[in-house]
């Protein structure tokens, strides 16, 4: 992951097997599955890595209960399967969520579900109690056979409202089952990427990298230095999600329209008392409308969302005051008791579902399953493989078909597959943590729950982000280390701030942001890229400037509530 050693590599070696575009979690997964066959694959990402739609996902892994009644049973058996699998493999990152749906009626949903299914309508419904113990009973079945969490389970009005007295007290029943959510996902798809280009001197990724077409040749530009790299690529994957469409155009491929993508956008919400009202579980509910909304404890807070909004340009998509209005009324819904004050929202972030193109005037009946489609060559340039669809869920089963796809195109042969690997600090991941981390703890003369912090953050990888020397040196107003801070800026292709505090920690999202942090984590950033006092101070103006604009922190006004408060 040495961004120097990549550029030099490109430099005396254009010809490579494989050019992968995007560095999400598709991309990301594809890259991975390719590395580990052997295969000389190169993948650049515009931005950073896992830094738009992978950014924004609702943190969920999950089967997709509601795809049911759209049909796609097989998406939800691959789903469900994945999840499992993930549950195994990122032990530290993806953990069980108990999740209640709270139930309004008993037959509601019946015929109008019945018709939907068959494609006579793509009017959503409110569904009732029936409808929703039909779903969970196949959720349960599509499992049985590798059961690791409890089947559903069904609460009558009085002991609902004694689990959850918050909750709108016009319910009539309640359903309890289990999906999974991830802590860290940006994190999961950078251990993918080391694991990737630690299994062999063919595999490269940069970040801040941008493919276009030459003429007679693809070319990638270091948006940091301007330098442009020539590659002749047997075979380019394009896996840069919504902007598939302006990806092929970019690149000179010809193609018809691929992409149809949605926003979603969701809130952090600092409120104790939500946070106590949902009794560690996720609530998943319907608004008033029938859209599906979520609520669930988030790294000390509540994520609530999502929207579901057709988008043009996936580069300008942020969370409109208007859709933050619309996720605390589907809110006041579930919970009329409790109201989130404006000064309770630490964060706020949107992305784009990577849906396939579609005129459906309801946007939730888009199917969410995955496929890829070639676009053969045209001029000098390679044939170019599309990876359309999905979620994230199933990144790992969407790169193994693409990778086969692409292994068939080359002639190649796969050599093993990724259903059981671990992934990075997944590896050995201990059965007994409280044991772990009384003996990681003593090793390195720690606090026992410091060890706990860290094996939550990195897993088993934790050793390589505590200091030998000198003990630890925590960060100002904040529960990160110098040597944390150090290790993620020096291995991990840091290029901004950005980078570091919305996705190689989840300081920002978490609402950990203060001046003092900031420049603390600046000073030591800018010197470990040479930066002078300007190119600091800059460097500071557009990071605060992104939150303001595409997160809503404003941090003058956040410290002052903080003060007054």
């Known amino acids: 992951m040495n961004r120097s050693h990549t550029i030099a590599g490109l430099r005396d070696r254009p010809d490579i097997a494989v050019l992968v575009i995007g560095g999400g979690i598709n991309g990301i997964s594809v890259f991975r599955e390719l590395a580990l066959q052997g295969v000389d694959v190169v993948l650049a990402e515009k931005g950073d890595y896992c830094s738009g739609a992978s950014a924004a996902l609702s943190r969920m892994v999950h089967g997709g209960l509601r795809y049911l009644e759209n049909g796609e049973f097989k998406l939800v058996r691959e789903s469900l399967l994945e999840r499992d699998r993930l549950l195994r493999n990122a032990p530290h990152y993806v953990a069980p969520l108990p999740t209640t749906v709270p139930i309004f009626d008993i037959f509601s949903g019946l015929a109008n579900g019945a018709v939907r299914f068959v494609g006579l309508t793509r009017r959503p419904s409110r569904r009732g109690a029936l409808v929703i113990k039909t779903g969970l009973a196949m959720y349960d079945l599509f499992t049985a056979a590798r059961r690791l969490m409890p089947t559903h389970r069904f609460r009558g009005r009085a002991e609902t409202l004694k689990t959850w007295p918050a909750i709108n007290p016009a319910i009539r029943n309640s359903a309890t089952y289990y999906d999974a959510w991830v802590s860290r996902p940006e994190r999961l798809g950078l251990e993918m990427l080391l694991d990737a280009t630690a299994s062999g001197a063919n595999a490269f990724a940069m970040n801040y990298a941008q493919v276009s077409s030459t003429g007679d040749g693809l070319a990638i530009t270091d948006t940091l230095t301007g330098e442009q790299l020539q590659v002749r690529p047997q075979l380019v994957i394009n896996a840069t999600g919504g902007w598939i469409d302006l990806t092929n155009k970019a690149i000179g491929a010809a193609a018809q329209r691929m992409m149809g993508g949605t926003k979603g956008s969701?809130?952090?919400?600092?409120?104790?008392?939500?946070?106590?009202?949902?009794?560690?579980?996720?609530?998943?509910?319907?608004?008033?409308?029938?859209?599906?909304?979520?609520?669930?404890?988030?790294?000390?807070?509540?994520?609530?969302?999502?929207?579901?909004?057709?988008?043009?340009?996936?580069?300008?998509?942020?969370?409109?005051?208007?859709?933050?209005?619309?996720?605390?009324?589907?809110?006041?819904?579930?919970?009329?008791?409790?109201?989130?004050?404006?000064?309770?929202?630490?964060?706020?972030?949107?992305?784009?579902?990577?849906?396939?193109?579609?005129?459906?005037?309801?946007?939730?009946?888009?199917?969410?399953?995955?496929?890829?489609?070639?676009?053969?060559?045209?001029?000098?340039?390679?044939?170019?493989?599309?990876?359309?669809?999905?979620?994230?869920?199933?990144?790992?089963?969407?790169?193994?078909?693409?990778?086969?796809?692409?292994?068939?195109?080359?002639?190649?042969?796969?050599?093993?597959?990724?259903?059981?690997?671990?992934?990075?600090?997944?590896?050995?991941?201990?059965?007994?943590?409280?044991?772990?981390?009384?003996?990681?703890?003593?090793?390195?003369?720690?606090?026992?729950?410091?060890?706990?912090?860290?094996?939550?953050?990195?897993?088993?990888?934790?050793?390589?982000?505590?200091?030998?020397?000198?003990?630890?040196?925590?960060?100002?107003?904040?529960?990160?280390?110098?040597?944390?801070?150090?290790?993620?800026?020096?291995?991990?292709?840091?290029?901004?701030?950005?980078?570091?505090?919305?996705?190689?920690?989840?300081?920002?999202?978490?609402?950990?942001?203060?001046?003092?942090?900031?420049?603390?984590?600046?000073?030591?950033?800018?010197?470990?890229?040479?930066?002078?006092?300007?190119?600091?101070?800059?460097?500071?103006?557009?990071?605060?400037?992104?939150?303001?604009?595409?997160?809503?922190?404003?941090?003058?006004?956040?410290?002052?509530?903080?003060?007054?408060?």
């Open 266 to 565: 969701h809130l952090i919400v600092d409120n104790n008392e939500l946070f106590d009202a949902l009794g560690g579980h996720m609530v998943y509910y319907e608004n008033e409308d029938g859209r599906i909304c979520i609520l669930f404890p988030y790294l000390g807070k509540v994520l609530i969302g999502s929207t579901d909004i057709r988008v043009d340009d996936p580069d300008l998509v942020r969370c409109e005051e208007d859709e933050q209005r619309y996720i605390l009324q589907s809110l006041a819904f579930v919970f009329p008791s409790i109201r989130v004050a404006e000064n309770q929202i630490v964060f706020r972030f949107a992305g784009v579902r990577p849906l396939p193109a579609s005129e459906d005037s309801f946007t939730g009946r888009i199917p969410r399953d995955h496929f890829c489609e070639f676009v053969e060559p045209a001029g000098h340039l390679p044939a170019t493989l599309c990876m359309i669809g999905g979620k994230w869920t199933t990144f790992r089963s969407f790169g193994a078909l693409a990778a086969d796809m692409a292994l068939k195109r080359l002639g190649l042969e796969r050599s093993m597959g990724t259903q059981d690997m671990a992934i990075g600090g997944g590896r050995d991941f201990p059965a007994d943590a409280q044991a772990w981390c009384a003996s990681f703890a003593a090793e390195h003369g720690l606090p026992v729950e410091r060890a706990h912090t860290l094996l939550q953050r990195y897993g088993t990888s934790a050793r390589a982000f505590v200091s030998r020397q000198a003990g630890e040196q925590m960060l100002p107003q904040s529960d990160y280390s110098a040597s944390e801070i150090g290790h993620i800026i020096e291995r991990e292709q840091v290029e901004c701030l950005a980078d570091l505090f919305l996705r190689r920690t989840t300081i920002a999202i978490s609402g950990g942001l203060s001046f003092d942090l900031i420049n603390a984590v600046l000073d030591t950033l800018a010197a470990h890229k040479g930066w002078s006092a300007s190119e600091a101070a800059a460097e500071r103006s557009t990071f605060l400037a992104l939150l303001a604009d595409r997160h809503g922190i404003d941090l003058q006004t956040h410290q002052r509530s903080a003060l007054c408060a």
